[in-house]
């Protein structure tokens, strides 16, 4: 007799997107990684587009809402708060529902500033956030190819996609 098929796992996959203007200089913070750079980002929050775009796929997986309804811009309490911690809470509730991180996968669109050197910071930064090895958290950097405002310099998008399985009752 053939043995069993194993039953897979129940999986649920999410994604994310968050865009930033750059402004005066400001500690620039992308996936929880002090970035060297000559201006920041304008936010409420400590602007790190990454770190929201993964909160956003994270949460949006398992329909859990997104990251505009937790943390309110309208809120004072959450000026300067620190993106990471936001991802760590999503991460909280997430699993409070029985799902777990599998993988994220990440692209940061942006001219400047050059996201290569930081992969490996933003991998385990994010990593330890979401539970995982840094090995399962994916970061790629595009550029735009000069075109609209992403061309121009005047801004960053990150896109995010992030699996998550179902931990067993
Ligand atoms: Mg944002």
Redesign the pocket.
Known sequence: MPPEAAIPPETRTGIGY?S?RFGPPRPLILGGVTIPFDRGLI?HSD?D?IA?AVTDAVLGACGAGDIGELYPDSDAANKGRSSLEMLGNAVQRISAERWSVANVDITVIAEQPRIGPHRADIRQALGAVLRIPADRVSVKGKSNEGMGWIGRGEGIACIAVATLTRIPE
Do not use: I, N, V
């Open positions: 968050d930033h936010a602007g587009a929201h």
